[in-house]
């Protein structure tokens, strides 16, 4: 395990398999620039997640998303998701976003069901959808809960999830891709 992963200071410190993927905590120096990528290539959905600083309290998010996203990143929304029927936003939702977090979000021109982001977040609202959406159920490896972290006073680096993993309607990754 703990072998270093090129010459970019990412290293392997943990990983485990399910049955529906591949399940990784990368280790990334606080100083190495990076993209944390969620791709879900079947919706039309990808955005990268990247701290603005060494100290990460603030994360710039960009791409394309969907009101899943939306709810999952901690924004506020009009209704929850009910079984099947996805989030609602109302255009008071959308003004309050633009208002609390500095960027942008519109409707996707191609897609209506999707949205156009670029927006500064807190750290927190980046925990809160990696927490939703990076569960390494079933693995054989024993899970190393509450392990990984995105910021942490006197640490040089971030334990930051990954997942590569097969599901109903196609893949979905979340990968941790240094800058050059």
Do not use: C
């Amino acid at each position: 395990m703990n072998e270093v992963i090129g010459p970019t200071m990412l290293q392997e410190v943990w990983s485990g398999d399910s049955p529906k993927g591949t399940y990784k905590i990368i280790r990334v120096s606080k100083y190495t620039p990076f993209d944390l990528v969620f791709d879900k290539p079947n919706a039309g959905i990808k955005f990268d997640m990247s701290p603005e600083s060494p100290e990460g309290m603030t994360w710039t998010v960009e791409g394309v998303i969907d009101t899943d996203i939306i709810a999952n990143l901690g924004f506020e929304v009009e209704s929850s998701r009910q079984g099947l029927t996805p989030p609602v936003m109302s255009e008071g939702n959308i003004m309050a976003i633009r208002k609390r977090f500095s960027g942008a979000i519109a409707r996707n021109e191609t897609n209506p069901d999707l949205w156009d982001i670029q927006l500064h977040v807190p750290v927190n609202n980046i925990y809160r959808f990696i927490d939703t959406v990076w569960h390494p159920r079933s693995s054989e490896t024993p899970h190393p809960r509450g392990i990984w972290h995105l910021t942490r006073p006197g640490l040089d680096y971030r334990d930051v999830p990954e997942k590569k993993m097969q599901q109903e309607g196609g893949a979905v990754s979340l990968t941790v891709i240094p800058r050059v």
